[in-house]
Nanobody, 123 residues
Framework: QVQLVESGGGLVQTGDSLRLSCAAS????????MGWFRQAPGKEREFVAG????????TYADSVKGRFTLSRDNAKNTVYLQMNSLKPEDTAVYYC????????????????WGQGTQVTVSS
């Protein structure tokens, strides 16, 4: 089992950057592929980005491709979501998640979830 704690959210303006972090407990962090999802008020939770166990493969939602970068440091049990050129439509609660699968993009594929961190982008 793994516990996930997100941090780094906040209130920013359009065009600004933020870096979200997700710290994982346990000794088997490198056994999990990781992902980020987000959920805006009144909307379904949607996939944002995913990264493989080693970090050599990543995948992104079309809406964030070219603006967000996902990376991981297995020595620190942490994944990072660098978010650049933020837009008001990026406003949401961002969730970190872990999966036993190689790389996943669907919510149901993830086994463990963090509590989320709020990102608000003002226009």
């Amino acid at each position: 089992q793994v516990q996930l704690v997100e941090s780094g959210g906040g209130l920013v303006q359009t065009g600004d950057s933020l870096r979200l972090s997700c710290a994982a407990s346990g000794r088997t962090f490198s056994s999990y592929a990781m992902g980020w999802f987000r959920q805006a008020p009144g909307k379904e939770r949607e996939f944002v980005a995913g990264i493989s166990r080693s970090g050599d493969s990543t995948t992104y939602a079309d809406s964030v491709k070219g603006r967000f970068t996902l990376s991981r440091d297995n020595a620190k049990n942490t994944v990072y979501l660098q978010m650049n050129s933020l837009k008001p439509e990026d406003t949401a609660v961002y969730y970190c998640a872990a999966t036993f699968l190689t790389l996943a993009t669907t919510r149901g594929s993830y086994n463990y979830w963090g509590q989320g961190t709020q990102v608000t982008v003002s226009s």
